[in-house]
């Protein structure tokens, strides 16, 4: 814990000079020198760099001190001599954190609901081991309640993918929702309850 | 009695029945947040906050979208209780005193007490809050609106001195994430020279300053899950209650009888703590415990299934939470970051938050304030009638709920700020978060600063020109802002305080020195 202490400072105090020097940029057009901006101005009123540039001091400061805390073993993390991460956590990195990346990424490809369709499904299914049934069910419904949810109701274009799948799956759905009595979408959205109830049900029958 | 007449009006207002129904749903929304271990209200509110357009559009009123974010922070209040004496994990950080004694409780087949007290002096709690509230807030509004630049600069820099003098975490680390948090508000454009900067990599995602509910998202979302699933190793087991009417009853007596005296150091100690931008319902929840356990005549019980130990930190948690309202409905400072939040709100709804919103915008502020009261008594009634709900709703597994949640991070990100890039953004800050979160950061600070930076940085630049480059205009109240020999001391006396705080970690540290090396002497002489 306390080398990750000491590497996480220093990857901070890194940061905070990286975004000194880079609060110090002047425009090209401005033809003045790096820095020139980070102080006060003619008019006596500090100039566009300056807050960051001093914000980024103070966090440079805070960053050595905490180096120098855990070098002393002075703070908590630093006394403790459990690893950074042990086996479970490097698991959960691993088996939640990369999912959730590779669903961000995905997005892009095959529409945001289909990519939380696979997240769910692998999830409850292997994470979560709640059998076929539930995990099919869940990773149905609820990417459809989202979509009546975000698409229909708010009126919100969510990302949709490529245009192949945009264009065979989603203008051919929202066409139709947008034809539907809203009435109609609560009956969905009930209708969805109901595959959960009945999918959770069917579930327990086999447990039992 | 003026502010009785606009109370009433606006608690009318808020019994329509539009706001009711949105105040109840609100409410039920927050039970199951702040009952589900991992979710709180900051998480519940923020991953819901692109709800407000939806709400805003489908009722046109400004009104119905605060009155459902603040059910549901209400709601979360009540909740946190339920998983805190059921499964002996607190359901959100607001409860974990209540499970000091709750728990105990619980354990020796009470649980339907513990239930009921929680449910009780919660309301009690928030009714007194809301009382203060309605108090203080007219008057504090009024003091504010003759605040210029200078005075609100020296309020923020006390909103974060509050932070690093009473925040009680490591302090190099708090000041670590606040600047983190003005840092991200900076980002794009110097908003007084126009001049583009801190565009990193020339991505245009940098253009502008980073969404606050970017940050709230990432850390309260996907950081917060993960750090859940990190720590959260072995399951907990749920403990039995049976739930009757003449049980109810009962405990309810008990309340009164026993409880009497942790209601009302909660109710008054949390206002106050509540209001403290730093503090918030978590510390006001853990001060009213251990002064209530202080001032005991049976402080034995305490921590083996006190009454009292139930109703002080559950008291003090609702009555926080109103307290935290009031610096952000006043003065446009979140009190916590569940507020931090509900600003934003009223920011997405193009509500100038301030000073100015009671006097130019009574027609939102009294509906709103009135649903404080209304929300109040329907998450007792809620919270008292679906006990037995709730209990069954506890039994989702955490692997149900934890992917349920990342997914709507993802898509409530996405909806809000319409970009793939504040949703990688998202995704990274929750790593980051999980990481820091590990070595102990506090996160709350960064979520703050990402809210107050911009208007931090404004009014400090402009008090500075204002002064020619001088810091007198904040600190010396003989300072001539108008050439005319007049004396400003609300600006000193708030920046002084904030100077006074931002130094007391040093002051503690010298005295803990010279205690140490008393005792050493001490020591020495016995030897």
Redesign the interface.
């Known amino acids: 814990?306390r080398i990750?202490?000491i590497v996480?400072a220093i990857a901070?105090a890194c940061l905070?000079v990286y975004?000194m020097w880079?609060?110090g940029?002047r425009?090209s057009w401005?033809g003045e020198p790096r820095f020139a901006?980070i102080g006060?101005g003619d008019?006596?009123?500090?100039?566009?760099?300056?807050?960051?540039f001093w914000?980024?001091v103070?966090?440079l400061i805070?960053?050595i001190?905490?180096i120098v805390?855990a070098v002393l073993r002075l703070?908590?993390?630093s006394q403790s001599n459990e690893p950074?991460?042990d086996g479970?956590?490097i698991g959960?990195?691993i088996k939640?954190?990369v999912p959730?990346?590779l669903?961000?990424l995905l997005?892009?490809f095959i529409s945001?609901y289909f990519a939380?369709a696979l997240?769910?499904l692998y999830?409850?299914l292997f994470?979560?081991?709640?059998g076929l049934v539930l995990s099919l069910a869940?990773s149905a419904v609820?990417?459809a309640w989202?979509y009546m949810?975000?698409d229909i109701?708010?009126t919100?274009?969510?990302?949709k993918g490529v245009r192949a799948i945009e264009d065979t799956i989603y203008v051919p759905m929202g066409n139709w929702f947008r034809d539907l009595d809203s009435a109609l979408l609560g009956v969905f959205f009930l209708a969805g309850a109901a595959v959960l109830v009945a999918a959770s049900l069917v579930r327990r029958r086999l447990a039992a | 009695m003026d502010v009785l007449s606009l109370l009433a009006d606006g608690i009318l207002i808020a019994l329509e029945p539009a706001n009711l129904l949105i105040c109840f749903i609100g409410v039920v929304i927050g039970l199951f947040v702040g009952a589900m271990p991992g979710l709180g209200s900051v998480n519940g509110v923020a991953i819901l906050l692109?709800?407000i357009?939806?709400i805003k559009s489908s009722t046109g009123s400004d009104a119905a979208p605060m009155i459902f974010l603040a059910a549901i922070y209400y709601g979360a209040m009540y909740g946190g209780a339920i998983s805190s004496i059921m499964l002996g994990i607190p359901g959100a950080s607001t409860a974990v005193a209540t499970t000091f004694d709750g728990r105990p409780l619980a354990l020796k087949g009470r649980a339907e007490q513990a239930l009921v007290t929680a449910a009780l002096a919660s309301f009690i709690g928030g009714t007194i809050a809301n009382i203060f509230f309605t108090g203080f807030a007219p008057p504090l509004a009024d003091v504010a609106l003759r605040f210029g630049n200078p005075e609100i600069f020296a309020l923020m820099l006390l909103a974060f001195a509050t932070f690093v003098g009473l925040g009680g975490d490591?302090i190099?680390?708090t000041?670590?994430s606040i600047?983190?948090g003005?840092?991200c508000a900076?980002i794009g454009f110097?908003v007084?020279?126009g001049?583009?900067?801190?565009q990193?990599f020339d991505l245009a995602g940098f253009s502008r300053p980073i969404n606050f509910l970017v940050l709230a998202i990432g850390v309260y979302g996907?950081g917060e899950?993960?750090w859940t699933?990190?720590t959260t190793?072995g399951d907990s087991e749920m403990s039995k209650a049976e739930v009757s009417v003449a049980k109810i009853k009962n405990a309810a007596g008990n309340t009164v009888k026993e409880g009497w005296r942790g209601t009302s150091i909660g109710s008054a100690l949390g206002f106050f703590v509540g209001i403290l931008p730093a503090a918030g319902a978590t510390p006001g929840s853990l001060m009213a415990y251990g002064v209530s356990k202080m001032t005991s005549p049976k402080k034995e019980e305490f921590g083996k299934g006190s009454i009292d130990g139930v109703a002080a930190p559950e008291a003090a948690n609702n009555s926080a939470s109103t307290g935290a309202m009031l610096p952000m409905m006043t003065l446009g400072i979140p009190g916590s970051p569940t507020t931090a939040v509900l600003l934003t709100g009223l920011v997405l709804l193009d509500l100038e938050p301030g000073p100015r919103l009671f006097s130019d915008q009574p027609e939102f502020v009294w509906p709103v304030i009135g649903s404080f009261y209304i929300s109040n008594f329907i998450a007792v009634i809620v919270n008292l009638a679906f006990i037995p709900v709730f209990l069954w709703m506890l039994r989702m597994?955490f692997?149900?709920l934890?992917?349920?949640i990342?997914?709507?991070s993802?898509?409530g990100v996405?909806?809000a700020t319409?970009s793939?890039f504040d949703?990688?953004l998202m995704?990274w800050f929750?790593?980051g978060a999980?990481?820091?979160r590990?070595?102990?950061y506090p996160l709350a600070p960064a979520a703050l600063a990402i809210v107050l930076g911009k208007i931090t940085?404004e009014t400090?630049?402009?008090s500075?020109?204002w002064?020619?480059?001088s810091f007198g205009i904040f600190f010396n109240p003989f300072f001539d802002r108008t050439g005319q020999g007049e004396t400003f001391w609300i600006a000193p006396i708030i920046g002084w305080i904030a100077v006074v705080l931002l130094l007391l970690p040093l002051f503690n540290l010298i005295r803990r020195k010279f205690a140490a090396r008393r005792a050493g002497a001490e020591g020495h002489w016995q030897g």
């Open positions: 814990m990750a202490e996480m901070l905070s975004i880079k609060s940029e425009p401005s901006n006060f008019d006596g009123a500090p100039q566009g760099g300056f807050w960051p914000v980024c103070i966090m805070s960053a001190v905490v805390r703070s908590p993390p950074y991460l479970h956590g959960v990195l939640v954190g959730v990346f669903m961000v997005t892009d945001i939380m997240f769910l999830y409850t994470l979560g081991r709640h869940l609820l990417p989202m949810f975000f109701a708010m919100r274009n969510l990302p | 692109p709800t357009f939806f490591d190099a680390k000041v670590i600047m983190i003005l840092v900076s110097d007084i020279g001049e583009p900067r801190l990193f996907v899950m993960l699933l990190h190793r597994p692997t149900i934890a992917p349920i990342f997914v709507l993802t898509a996405y909806a319409d793939m949703v990688w995704f929750g790593l999980f990481m820091l590990i070595l102990d940085e400090l630049r402009q500075l020109q002064s020619d480059g």
